[in-house]
């Protein structure tokens, strides 16, 4: 995306821009973003440009507890200020950056607050059941055959104690 640094009316220019499947993996558990839409108004005056509007995606993430992959709606607004002078990235605290040339491109300020929007446990369903720890089999499908977790340690002794025996028949 190219925003122009000059020429824009003074009540702004809107650019509407969609792009392509980003793959992403700095956090743990997202593995990118679908298209992302972006539709932002965008200001300037001599010291700034302003860009203000939203964007939406769906982030591609990976379960924490089961390891499913699955989609999540992501919503941003933006609002970003970058600095056409030193002097005004000095005076303004919340200043993206400073740009220089003719244009800036916004793409990772807005991958920036898409994923802020993200939610700080990555869990496909709130009741994600998740793995067995002993036989890995994801527990939304269904029980497996392994010994409760929540059962009496004696009852996992048991088990133990039968695998053993048996072991030595063969
Ligand atoms: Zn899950
Ligand atoms: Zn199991």
Redesign the pocket.
Known sequence: MEIPLHHLPPGGRQFKETWPHLTIEEKSGLRGLRAVAVAVTARADPERLRLQGQAESEALLV?S??L?EFELPLTAEIDCTYALTRDYLEQDADVARLVEGDHVDPQPEIVGLLLAELPYQT???DD?K?LCATCGSDL?QGPCHCPSASGSPFEILKTLRTKQGDSPRD
Do not use: E, F, K
Request: glycine fraction near 10%; charged fraction near 10%; hydrophobic fraction near 20%.
């Open positions: 379960c507890r089961c499913a869990i496909c369903h994600c998740g939304n």
